[in-house]
């Protein structure tokens, strides 16, 4: 038997090999529930979707403000890593002189904030054994470029809308000091607080300077800072008016460890506009019809059609597919979730059709019990597994066809897998829609090089070994 500590492997071709164990895990933390993490990962993930789901932010929509960067490079570089808390970490440095910071990268929010001060507070915020005291910290003090967002100034309204209130200000003279109003945002589980700052933010090659960026005295269960990568205004690709941004996500096996790949953020000074990256196959980006809800305006929705377990069409309602003229149901792509989220209709298709046609091994209830994944198989037996493919199929006829390794992951032993896609067991109070439907997660993005392609408001990717 293993040793009873938590650990996730992972096949790594899509076929009936049985492959020998590579456990890896965090060896100097032993969490005496070996299933703890994976468990938390799941119940991350849903917390997660459902903050995506229900946000309701309905701010007046903003008018597109400029930010001006002093340009030279085309496309600027940060390394991404993979972190065992279930995201991936980006390095930002902003400020005179420069102070390094890293950030979860995040396409399903918009603002970027740092924990700011050195008396930033940050509750529950131990888990993954992390140790709070030595979050990063950015400390405005340090820097000649910080200053705080006055409540008049035209970005306050990337957060509050053109009808702010700002108390005791002539809105005649514009020359109020009263600053932009405090900021409070929920994500998932966690939640953080502070006041916007203009900073410049530096890469190697490119200033940005007058960047919006929040600066957070207090937060719950966060990690580190957020990366903002969604469509609002306040975000780095909105504020930096990127043509477009991609990444590799490595594999969860490299958590926590320095392997980082680039994430590009292309500023356009060069390309060619409209040119595809060859080999990516493209989406377009689809528009929520909902505009008064500013969320779903935040989200970058695709155009799934299809899914498909093997060669089985699984019979998902359109509705779940594309959002509806309320803004409900549709795909959204989240690089902040774990694991993908499915509303329970469609997760209970796909995952009986995983159970179908894995009837040859017995279920393992227990381990969905303790992991919130599932289904779970026992594949112990003759030396070789058959598992369906899992592929997501969108407009335009671009096909993700998943590696085993980004749907099935090894549980405990070399016995057990579960699928890595989650759902809610709750049905909605009010028995209808809310939000997003489907959630691709970072986990079934491992090895692709996926790529916004903002200009021409698509989404492109492809299989792709992260790390050669
Ligand atoms: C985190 O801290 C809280 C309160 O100090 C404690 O109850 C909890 O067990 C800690 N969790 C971990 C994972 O260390
Ligand atoms: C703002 O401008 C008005 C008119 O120019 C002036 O009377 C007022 O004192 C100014 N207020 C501040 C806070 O500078
Ligand atoms: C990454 O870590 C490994 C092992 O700890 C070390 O050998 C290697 O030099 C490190 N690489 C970088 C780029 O820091
Ligand atoms: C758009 O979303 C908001 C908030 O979720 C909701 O109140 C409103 O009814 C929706 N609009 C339509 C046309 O359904
Ligand atoms: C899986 O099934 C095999 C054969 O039935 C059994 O020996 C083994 O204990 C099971 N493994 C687990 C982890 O339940
Ligand atoms: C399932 O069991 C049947 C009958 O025992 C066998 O023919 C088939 O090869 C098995 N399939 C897999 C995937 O192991």
């Not at 496309?75 to 890293?102: E, R």
């Not at 966690?190 to 937060?219: H, K, M, N, R, Y």
């Not at 090089?449 to 698509?458: A, F, G, K, S, T």
Request: charged share 15%.
């Amino acid at each position: 038997m293993a040793p009873l500590f938590f650990f996730l492997i992972f096949l790594s071709v899509v076929s009936a090999v049985k492959l020998p164990l590579s456990p890896f895990s965090n060896t100097d933390q032993k969490p005496t529930d070996p299933y703890l993490s994976l468990r938390l990962l799941a119940e991350s993930s849903i917390a997660r979707a459902h903050k995506l789901k229900h946000q309701t932010s309905i701010k007046p929509n903003e008018d597109a403000l400029s930010s001006s960067s002093s340009a030279s490079a085309t496309v600027v570089k940060s390394p991404l890593s993979a972190k065992s808390y279930g995201g991936y970490s980006v390095s930002l440095s902003f400020g005179t002189p420069s102070q390094t910071i890293p950030f979860v990268f995040d396409t399903g929010s918009s603002l970027v904030w740092f924990p700011c001060t050195s008396r930033y507070l940050c509750s529950d915020c131990n888990f993954s054994g992390l140790d709070p005291t030595r979050i990063s910290r950015f400390v405005p003090r340090d820097s000649s470029s910080s200053r705080v967002i006055g409540c008049q100034n035209p970005k306050c309204q990337f957060l509050f809308g053109p009808n702010v209130k700002c108390r005791g200000c002539d809105p005649n003279t514009r020359n109020c000091t009263v600053a932009c109003p405090p900021y409070i945002l929920q994500y998932g589980l966690g939640s953080t607080a502070g006041i916007l700052l203009s900073e410049q933010l530096d890469f190697p090659d490119l200033t940005v300077p007058d960047f919006v960026v929040g600066c957070s005295i207090i937060s719950t269960r966060q990690p580190a800072g957020i990366a903002g990568f969604g469509r609002g205004p306040e975000s780095l690709p909105s504020q930096m008016k990127l043509k477009r941004f991609s990444h590799c996500l490595v594999s969860r096996r490299f958590d926590d460890t320095n392997v980082t790949t680039d994430l590009d953020l292309d500023t356009g000074s060069g390309h060619n506009s409209g040119s595809k990256t060859s080999g990516l196959s493209y989406t377009p980006f689809r528009n929520n019809p909902n505009v008064s809800n500013t969320a779903f305006l935040e989200y970058y929705y695709l155009n799934l059609r299809q899914i498909f377990v093997g060669t089985k069409r699984v019979k998902v309602p359109y509705k779940f597919l594309a959002p509806g003229t309320d803004g409900n149901g549709g795909s959204i792509v989240d690089s902040g979730s774990t694991f993908t989220f499915m509303d329970q209709p469609v997760f209970e298709l796909v995952a009986e059709e995983f159970a179908t046609q894995m009837s040859n091994y017995s279920r393992e209830k227990d381990l969905e019990k303790l992991t919130g994944l599932g289904p779970c198989f026992n594949i112990s037996g003759d030396g070789s597994v058959t598992v369906p493919e899992l592929i997501f199929e969108f407009k335009g006829g671009a096909k993700m066809e998943l590696p085993l390794s980004n749907y099935f992951s090894f549980v405990g032993s070399a016995d057990n897998v579960c699928l890595t896609v989650v759902s809610d067991n709750t049905v909605s109070p009010t028995g209808g829609r809310s939000g997003p439907a489907i959630i691709l997660g970072s986990f079934q993005q491992q090895n692709y090089h996926v790529e916004y392609d903002l200009e021409n408001d698509r989404f492109g990717f492809a299989t792709k070994k992260c790390i050669p």
